[in-house]
């Protein structure tokens, strides 16, 4: 019996070790876990501190836990899609569920089998890179827009052949644009980025803030005759763009920010001078290779614009 009792005791004690040992361990893990959020802010703050190494830093926090492989699927918000991608875009769409921007710059397979394909699935893509390709994808872009009406941003720099149609599909599809990337087309098909062309997407896409058209050689904008004022960035740089054309910008442009003219040739200091009297706001504006700009002149004008910071000549 005494024996019994013992083992009885001893079998007590046991458990209740067990169980302080146990509620001890709870406590732990109650003291040491954070929620989902807490580590989303700690995350974001790491990737804000180092955006060139974002992607390893996800490598590296999804592979500790499920719950930061979670964390990181969420803040996952870009997307470089290359031609060994495709196969898996399926999956990674379903894993990366916040997706915003795609980068389809280093694609070299179809481009509109795989704006078709991207079509398919139910994302808020805001930005997109189609630079660097022989054309614009007419058809897959049509269709991306039918399906994906959130774009904001779209950048068509370095396209080998561009033409006219493909400006007038740009502003038919995408009236929600902020940003437009034409720059630097290889061979205009038509005076592609032409008067005709920018005044339909500046008329179409009322939200246009920033538009980039450098290197377009054939540029004229001298029959806009509407007023675009939520524009605040216009880069210009290297065109045929004269005073003329910067008077009526000084007009139409009445929100301009920053003004790139670099390399304009026939820009003169008359010019200059339109944009930055009627152009109040304007805080940077870049003058480098304008030959015929006196500098003199553009720096009295800076001193008369407290707004105007940056001149470069």
């Known amino acids: 019996m005494k024996r019994k009792r013992t083992r009885h005791s001893l079998s007590s004690s046991h ?3 067990l169980s302080k040992s146990t509620r001890s361990k709870s406590v732990s893990a109650t003291y040491f876990y954070l929620p989902h959020e807490c580590w989303e802010f700690v995350f974001k703050f790491l990737i804000n501190c180092d955006e060139n190494n974002s992607c390893s830093y996800f490598k590296s926090l999804s592979v500790v836990s499920k719950q930061f492989l979670s964390i990181t699927n969420r803040l996952r918000f870009s997307l470089n899609i290359w031609s060994s991608t495709r196969p898996f875009l399926p999956s990674l769409f379903r894993r990366f569920i916040n997706l915003t921007s795609l980068n389809l710059r280093c694609y070299f397979g179809s481009l509109n089998k795989l704006l078709l394909q991207i079509s398919c699935f139910p994302l808020k893509i805001t930005s997109l890179n189609l630079s660097n390709h022989p054309t614009t994808p007419a058809y897959g872009l049509q269709v991306f827009s039918q399906n994906i009406t959130t774009l904001t941003s ?3 720099s370095d396209i080998e052949s561009f033409s006219i149609n493909h400006v ?4 038919d599809c995408f009236p929600l644009l902020e940003e437009l ?4 087309p290889k061979l205009i098909d038509g005076y592609g980025i032409s ?3 920018i005044g339909q997407v500046l008329r179409r896409c009322c939200n246009i803030r920033h538009l980039n058209i450098a290197c377009c050689s054939r ?3 001298c029959g806009m005759k509407f007023d ?4 605040e ?3 210009l740089s290297d065109t045929i763009v004269d005073d003329k054309t910067l008077y009526v910008i000084s007009k139409s442009c009445c929100g301009l920010l920053q003004l790139l003219l670099e390399k304009c040739y026939c820009v003169t200091s008359n010019g200059v001078k339109h944009v930055v009297e009627n152009c109040t706001l304007l805080r940077e504006i870049d003058l480098r290779g304008c030959y015929r700009v006196d500098k003199d002149v553009v720096t009295l004008m800076g001193f008369s614009r407290p707004l105007l910071r940056k001149i470069t000549v």
């Open 168 to 171: 007038f599909l740009i502003a």
């Open 181 to 184: 990337d034409l720059s630097n």
């Open 195 to 197: 008067e005709e062309g």
């Open 233 to 235: 960035a216009l880069n």
């Open 154 to 156: 779209l950048k068509c």
């Open 228 to 231: 675009i004022c939520k524009l």
């Open 15 to 17: 458990q209740q070790w």
């Open 219 to 221: 540029v004229n904008l």
